[in-house]
């Protein structure tokens, strides 16, 4: 399953943001590292979305991994429409 959901980007046709989910609670941090090795891997440039099905942070990777976008779907703010702009389909 996670190779499935991991081969789009490599086939270099996709254009999205490389997702890394994780555990409510468990350190966003790794979750990121991982995702940031896996997309250098490719030799890609995707951003990165980090979520744990509630936040969700969007790591831009032509700034170098830094965050630009963020959701709480618990505590919705005006800024989060940001983030979903970012990865809607073109």
């Known amino acids: 399953m996670?190779?499935?959901m991991c081969s789009a980007p490599a086939s270099r046709a996709y254009a999205g943001p490389v997702i890394a989910a994780k555990r409510?609670?468990?350190?966003?941090?790794?979750?990121?590292?991982q995702a940031v090795a896996y997309v250098q891997s490719l030799g890609v440039q995707r951003d990165v979305l980090?979520?744990?099905?509630v936040r969700y942070r969007l790591y831009a990777a032509a700034q170098g991994f830094a965050p630009v976008a963020d959701a709480n779907l618990v505590r919705l703010k005006r800024a989060a429409l940001d983030l979903f702009e970012?990865?809607?389909?073109p």
Do not use: H, N
């Open 2 to 4: 996670v190779r499935q």
């Open 24 to 33: 409510p609670g468990a350190g966003e941090e790794d979750a990121l590292g």
């Open 50 to 53: 980090v979520t744990d099905g």
């Open 86 to 89: 970012r990865i809607k389909r």
